[in-house]
Every structure is written in structure tokens, then in C-alpha cells.
Nanobody, 117 residues
Framework: QVQLVESGGGLMQAGGSLRLSCAAS????????MGWYRQAPGKQRELVAV???????DYADSVKGRFTISRDNARNTADLQMSSLKPADTAIYYC???????????WGQGTQVTVSS
């Protein structure tokens, strides 16, 4: 059974950078697409960035140019480098995985990112 384990996150001042990492415990077709979502208090969970094992990527408009997703297919990991952080980026960030583009069937436990002004 594949599990997603996240690391990173924490408290950062606006304008700073943070890196989130996600490791899948096993390799399978269920991690063909890996990504990051976030959920702020009182808001719905939203896509931040996603990347396929073949290198296709997609980003939320609000993070384009500031966040970069990367993958190591051999290690089955997906990292999110976040720069120029804003207070609006404050949320719980969840690693995700799925077998095909647009489908998520695995979630990590979530990691808190707080950006102070």
C-alpha cells in the first residue's frame, strides 16, 4: 500500500522561501502524477502544483513564477520550492498522487505553512 509522507513547512516571513518534500513509500502506477494542494481556513482545498512522471506540469495562477514543483522518479519524491511567499500562501499543504492526470486517490497528512507579514 502506497503512503505519502510530507516534510518541510513551518513559519516564514513574507518574501521568504520554504521547501516542501513528499516521499511515496512505494512505487506504483498510483504515483504517476504527484502534486501539492493547499487548504486555508474556511476555504476549499485547491490545486497548487502538479507534475507527471513524464514532466508535464500545471500551476495555480496565484503561484506561477513563485513556486516550482520537481520530481525524482527514481526515489518517487515530489518537492515544492516556494519563493516570494505571501501571507495569502498560509495554509495546510497536502501532497497528492494519482494514476492519471486529473485524478487524485492518495493524500498525505498535510503540513502547515504560515507566512507572516
Amino acid at each position: 500500500q502506497v503512503q505519502l509522507v510530507e516534510s518541510g513547512g513551518g513559519l516564514m516571513q513574507a518574501g521568504g522561501s520554504l521547501r516542501l518534500s513528499c516521499a511515496a513509500s512505494g512505487s506504483s502506477f498510483r504515483t504517476n502524477v504527484m502534486g501539492w494542494y493547499r487548504q486555508a481556513p474556511g476555504k476549499q482545498r485547491e490545486l497548487v502544483a502538479v507534475m507527471s512522471s513524464g514532466g508535464r506540469t500545471d500551476y495555480a495562477d496565484s503561484v506561477k513564477g513563485r513556486f516550482t514543483i520537481s520530481r525524482d522518479n527514481a526515489r518517487n519524491t515530489a518537492d515544492l520550492q516556494m519563493s516570494s511567499l505571501k501571507p495569502a500562501d498560509t495554509a495546510i499543504y497536502y501532497c497528492s498522487a494519482g494514476p492519471v492526470w486529473g485524478k487524485v486517490d492518495l493524500w498525505g497528512q498535510g503540513t502547515q505553512v504560515t507566512v507572516s507579514s
